[in-house]
């Protein structure tokens, strides 16, 4: 459960990226399902409230691990997303997941585990529709530690609820 904790704080900071000016009427978030297909994929459920006037959609997400400064595998969302204007609303995720290496993805698993984040890096690219407006966000090897302080979520929250 610890890895699938963190894939909704990343999925989280995704989120709260491409909201720009709406972010603040994002959330609070919370975890409701986590499902792993094996080394291939990844189904995520949440629940996430939207105050905002706009209906957000997200129109394509990948995230890049990597570990050492060394890309370790990918998280693609396989369908697009839709957050409805001012309610609580269910989202269920595919991500399809690739790695090149299963041993240096195991090593990364192992290490998030262990909540040893020092040699972790992500990367994204996000495309997000709030009203007529659309934009693509994106930024290669940011630091785990820096991702997440921006956005102050906890990784490992008593209940299930990332805010």
């Known amino acids: ?13 995704l989120l709260l990226v491409s909201c720009s000016g ?4 994002v959330g609070p978030v919370r975890l409701t399902e ?4 094996g080394w291939s994929g990844a189904d995520v459920s949440l629940e996430i409230g939207n105050a905002s006037a706009h209906r957000l959609r997200i129109l394509s997400a990948e995230l890049t691990f990597f570990y050492d400064s060394t890309a370790v595998g990918t998280a693609t ?3 697009k997303l839709t957050i409805e204007k001012r309610s609580l609303n269910r989202l269920h995720s595919r991500w399809q997941l690739r790695t090149e290496d299963p041993a240096a993805a195991y ?3 192992k290490r998030i585990e262990e909540r040893r984040y020092d040699r972790f890096a992500l990367g994204y690219r996000l ?6 407006a ?3 966000f994106s930024q290669q090897m940011v630091p785990l530690s820096e991702f997440l302080s921006t956005f102050e979520p906890s ?6 609820t990332i805010r």
């Not at 459960?1 to 900071?13: N, P, Q, S, V």
């Not at 709406?22 to 009427?25: E, G, N, S, V």
Request: glycine content about 4%; aromatic content about 8%.
């Open 22 to 25: 709406a972010a603040r009427k």
């Open 77 to 79: 969302l396989t369908r």
């Open 134 to 136: 659309k934009k693509t």
């Open 107 to 109: 090593t990364l698993q």
């Open 1 to 13: 459960m610890k890895a699938a904790r963190l894939f909704a704080c990343l999925l989280l900071g």
């Open 155 to 160: 990784i490992y929250p008593e209940d299930e």
């Open 34 to 37: 986590f499902e792993r297909h």
């Open 127 to 132: 495309t997000v529709r709030a009203g007529l």
